[in-house]
């Protein structure tokens, strides 16, 4: 089982051999939705905060004497029920959205991802990633030299490769193009995506993390 090597010109330039136990695992759903759950969940923060009836500034005075109205009895004119009033049970602020999931599961998501993705034809690896000008305009010829431009696409970089801001910037403002490195990816960009376009580097480090961790 291998993959194929492209360069820039859709050339064939070589191939890497693909182990078996990686990239053949069966598609777990439940694994993956577990995974994106706690990701989503992690990316929340507790920023929403409401004033309950005691924080509400104002006076202290009661609305009208006890006895005597044929009203029901009232103290504060900010409790819940009153409009301009405090919020019963709201968001504090406080609120701890954090879900982990261990190791293993992570890995045989991510697993099951990416043989899903290169069963179908969705994962492609480049020698490298070479502009002769770091603009947009280069970074769209590229795309449609390899026949990625009207795909929602997301291109991994290795570690060192990430470094490049400018070759980070000129794909910054196409509108279907996602990057990350191969420290940070995720299941979330990876299954939003048509297509991943590893360069080389990238790849053989995302190998080396599935084959350790």
């Not at 701890?96 to 069963?119: E, T």
């Not at 020698?127 to 795909?151: C, F, G, M, V």
């Not at 990057?179 to 990876?190: C, D, E, F, R, V």
Request: glycine share 6%; aromatic share 8%.
């Amino acid at each position: 089982m291998q993959i194929n090597i492209i360069n820039q010109k859709q050339e064939i330039v070589g191939n890497l051999p693909l182990n078996p136990e990686l990239w053949q695992s069966p598609y777990s759903a439940h694994t993956v939705s577990l995974v994106i759950r706690s990701y989503l969940a992690n990316q929340r923060q507790a920023t929403s905060k409401v004033k309950n009836r005691g924080e509400v500034k104002g006076s202290t005075r009661k609305i009208y004497r006890q006895k005597g109205t044929g009203g029901a009895r009232h103290g504060s004119r900010y409790a819940p029920q009153f409009r301009g009033g405090g919020i019963s049970f709201g968001p504090t602020g406080q609120e701890n959205y954090r879900c982990q999931v261990n190791k293993k599961v992570k890995k045989k998501a991510f697993q099951s991802v990416l043989s899903k993705k290169n069963a179908k034809g969705e994962i492609m690896i480049i020698d490298k990633i070479n502009l002769s000008e770091y603009k947009t305009r280069e970074a769209s010829n590229l795309l449609a030299q390899l026949k990625l431009n009207d795909k929602k696409i997301l291109i991994i970089f290795s570690t060192q490769e990430s470094k490049n801001e400018e070759a980070k910037r000129a794909f910054h403002n196409l509108p279907k193009v996602e990057m990350t490195n191969s420290k940070l990816i995720n299941i979330y960009a990876m299954i939003n995506r048509s297509t991943l376009l590893f360069t080389q580097d990238a790849f053989n480090e995302i190998e080396e993390k599935l084959k350790h961790n």
